[in-house]
């Protein structure tokens, strides 16, 4: 055996991932992509690696992407500027046009075209396609967010007919209005979106890539992660503090994803490059898990 | 029988369509759709109408679009000024990534959200989506025109996949580079992105709506529509200037198609509400077919 | 625009249709054809090109047909005296012989060789044809009728083999004899074959064609057309003595269909050309129509 | 063992027509029904019989009948006379459609009848349904014979579709008319459009029934059978006067099916009980094998 | 006729079988084979015949043997000597790896190639194979009877691909062990092997072949068998003495199986030549039915 | 990083391996086990998890094996003594049917449990079965050897629905004799076998797993493997000596698979631990590659 990372130690490296591709072979598992991973180049390819190898093993594979700061830099060049509403920003049907060129025009297909080179199939989507993402204008204490919506149904065919085809679905979260908003685009939060598809697919697993390290019950102290949190913990966590204000609603999806009969859900830190092989394919896993 | 569109009538016409619907049943028809049925609001929703239509009776429809008055509006709002080589546009990097936006992220979605509203089934694809349009810069005598590409191969699978699944493939006409522009999207005219698609699919026909009546013999007068055009006349019909120079490049791509396999193309004029139902579905036809 | 029946106006009317046809699509529904169209020429070939449109555009069509004046015919030629019980035709083994010849041999072909001239694909089947339509003897009041039967089980295996491969099921009202009159061809009425089909199959809509104009109020005034009667109204209208004699076996068909699990039923008028494609595919509708 | 038939006796038969079920499993067989076969029950009961059987051990079974004396008896009932061309019956139009209600909705169900009070499943055709049968008037030395015809085309799909649902096909010898007879039943003699059938059909085997021995040497000596003829031999024995003049007809069947890709052709004896078993599974065969 | 076995009487007989094969068609019937069946070449050559007929007219057989004197030998031929435990044989470890080898490996493998032999397609299996039948050791009143196993699960997945493919399952009854025996081959009486096989398949039938007449009411009069018990009547015939001592055991595998939702159970004669095919498709059956 | 196989290094590692799955998944690659690598237990088990983590991936992996020592070990026990016929173990009756009790019952059955307990799904064969390996005996030089044989036929039907069912097929090299040995079964070379297998199911692979590093340009100096060899090149290497005499048969056995059809064979060193694995899915291979 001898120096690190021989032919025998990668071959062993395989043979530990076995149990784990026997595992998620042709279950479907849904990742939450977005932050950092999606920024720093480096994190980017090593996510559409991991997600490649995710489909090639087996695993029916949909990716769930959230914008970036690419929106910023085009509502700034094309002059936009941002009114809020109690904190969030009030989405207006300029920006909401401009919202989704950038998250189906140009994010999305810049995530397929990453996969398809990393020798991966994938088709992008937003819930406009075959309707397959409903909502409704989302109202905040009974204020008007504009375009921004709320998912109000998910049609699995779609997405199963591109599974089925052997593809990757890439998924921008803008859904089609119904009802008084027919036919109206909608901004939807990617982690929600992430969440109710996970549910509507009865998924194995809800992966949400994050900035951070997990549930940390220091929050100063990284070494505090909390590996494991059960469902009828949470509210008492909650009480006492220890979940910190920005992973609450990412702890909130994860609910919201088991009660829709999803089997796991993983809070990760998607700053680790490979964090979701990591997750998937090794004894240590990684980030918080929600059960 | 009496008043005009009783019941009667209206049977009347339903059944005049039968041969016709019989004789495109199961077959493909790949129809690019642009110019003025792509701006106004009652064309746009005649367009829809027809291509639902078409694919509810069993046709195997793909629609092809291309960009509008979108694309200028947007890079005028950016502040992007344009260079021109050759009488071309020069594509640089920051253009062809709002080009991208504009047609895979809003034209391409609105006409998905069009036709969903109209009670179809569609799926909105570029060529970047499973690649399967692949294609390398074009270079005009030489010239450098950016990221203007030319397709080099259509990847039928998806297409089949996304057709067989029920939904009408609505493409906007951006590939993925290869070669030394491996994983570049490339700006590809639809026109030609339409032929090249109608040939992969071996289609039954390939429409293309124009602004104009079809190929005038006398452009002065819309009487001298020329019906039937045989692909031997058309070197001498380029000869004598019976074709229009503006007509050249349309007729250019019937004969890419025709020489792919396609059996019938049609420059039809989309100015025409319902043009593409008169022209598959009625005994007059409309604008110039080239066989 | 100007004249009627223009192309635009008939792609218009094509149109109107489209919401109809995405209705019907995939659906079965049951008609039964008799009277007079079944003996004019143009109203024979109009209800052809009905049903075969139908089929066309993917609606699961079965064709039930009764008898005409062939029957007396034949009867007539083979100077065959008819003896009646109770007012209705005693059928012995001779006449069951020549109804069956008549019904199965002559009727039902036509039809079928009608639908394939006009571009369909027809089946012409009887009840002994896989022993789809199972009877015994229908006795009236404990009187013996002959070889008049009522249907005890319809076996739908052999109507989906054939909807499936595409063709339309012609159906002669023949049925298998069980029991004591085991293998004994069967009379059965046209109108309640229909409808028990109809039922056997979970028809979408059973359409009966008859030489009225639906049900009247006042048997004298064709405007006083009833459009709609919920199932539940019906006992009240036949005590109120609305529902005139003749159309009361016709109702009950219907509330047969009903009961078995059939959505609409519907009492249409076959004097007038395309009646089906009017109730099916316009706003009007045409006759009455049973919930 | 003892006494014959012993139970013992009974499973040795069973054991030795295993390898023929072997060898015709899932194979094709064209079977052509008519003679003395239709007429005596005993022998109709067999024949049903064998043919269930040889459906019921995987043998894709096809029957094709004759007429029989009910068509004289109803030309004769209904005071129709024959007029002779040439010594063949001229049909006219009345004669063909009596001609049509016999064979297609008498005879064709009560053999569809009996098959299923045996236990198979049958569905009963004629030439007319899907069309499966195309052809054209026969003339004879240039007379016309009235609706007399011969086949031009032989549709194996709804065969197709009919054997793959399960269904013995039990075929009436009409045909539909096509060019200048568009739409017209056609009289076919039964034996060449079962050759026709088993050659579209690419059929293992026809089995021709007949009322004589086989092809025999010497018309006068039962004993004189020629047990097998080889293709290449059959001109020489016409020549020589061997075959009989009525047995040539039926040989000529025979050379059409091998022409048409069959591999084996019998003549056999219709009058022997089970003749079609004996034939295909025992040792000893009957009749006579072209091949 | 004359002369027994003319070819009219074997015809006969085919028929005969006819509503046999036809109740048994696509079912599936699960046989033991052991005892003198499995030792006399010629009674050996009728039970293949009678598994591969039985495959060929549609039956999906599956035939589960014991073993036989071979065992006895090879343990004798290597010096190897039994212990005993409560009158049961010990099997050590050495034992049951020459009982697999004979089981599976000689046994197993000559009766496969006799199926082929006669034309029949067989894959022999042991319950290692896709670990269809998983066990424990067995324990008698607490003693160890060391490799000895009983049956905790039939997997019928592999049975199904292998039925379904259309190859006869031949099993020898080696199980995989579960729990502290994981991997471990153990030994399973061939019997209760059959039983639980045939009620993991929902079979129509189990048959036990034994060396005696069935069930007999006196043990010295072969005249005594009882055709018929119902599974009531078990309990009282044991009380009663009626069954004995030795029948005991098979009775119990029918129970088993008859608890299992198998319909019928046979214990029939293997001495017998032919005795599935008596009792399988003449009328006399054999042996006792218990059901 | 640091330290050698973090979760990163793990995580790279198994990235590293996709482009090689990707190139292998859904093809067929033919293993041959046998040598030490059946007798090690720690060579054993990761053959065996290499083999499950192809299947894993999706590689229609086949696994032909060698005897080993057990077979001697069981003719020392039974008495057996051995002639020799021209330095050839001369194969009596006895013999071969001790041969085919520890393939068959004993190897083969072993490393089916194997694969099971590592999560895989095998089905043990060998030639019998099916009749998938059909042979005559083979001559040396006109002397016979008894029951030796070699391949006539290698039917792929029984391998295409044992992979299709998802099983991995554990094939033990007994044939099926044919002709004058019709039924008998034969011993057959397993190298030969797993040649002839790769050939007719046109696999993409061998791989032969031998004893020795591979082809050694000097035998005394293991850094003189030759890691690619084109087939051009065998003859002059034979010649010049530089393929040692034992390498020869390995080398013929790859020059029959390739002329069969097979892509790449290969003669890898079944003594290093996951030899398969890492020639598979690594950049270094291992071995002699010859194509």
Redesign the interface.
Known sequence: MGE??S?????????????Y??RY?GKTIVVKYGGNAMISPELKA?VI??V??MA???IRTVLVHGGGPEIDQ?LK???KESRFVQGLRYTDAETM?LV???????L??DI???V????G??????G????FLEGVRYRSGGEDLGFVGEITRVNTD?LE??LN???IPVVST?A?GTESD??Q?LNINADIAAAKIAAALKAEKLLLMTDVRGVLKDLNDPDSLLKVIYRKELDDLKKQGVVSKGMIPKIECCSLALDGGVSRTHIIDGR???AL??EL??D?G?GTMIV
């Open positions: 690190p990372n032919s025998q130690d990668r071959a062993g490296i395989l043979i530990h991932a076995l149990p591709i026997q072979r090593a690696q991991d490649v190898l090639c093993v087996g085009l060049k094309t002059g046009e989704q060129m950038v998250l189906a025009g140009k999305n297909k397929v075209a990453l398809q080179q990393a020798g199939q994938a088709l992008g989507l937003c406009i396609d075959g309707s779609l007919t591109v085809g052997g593809y803008v089609i027919a036919g685009s680790l490059p490979h092989l990591i394919f090794t240590e990684i």
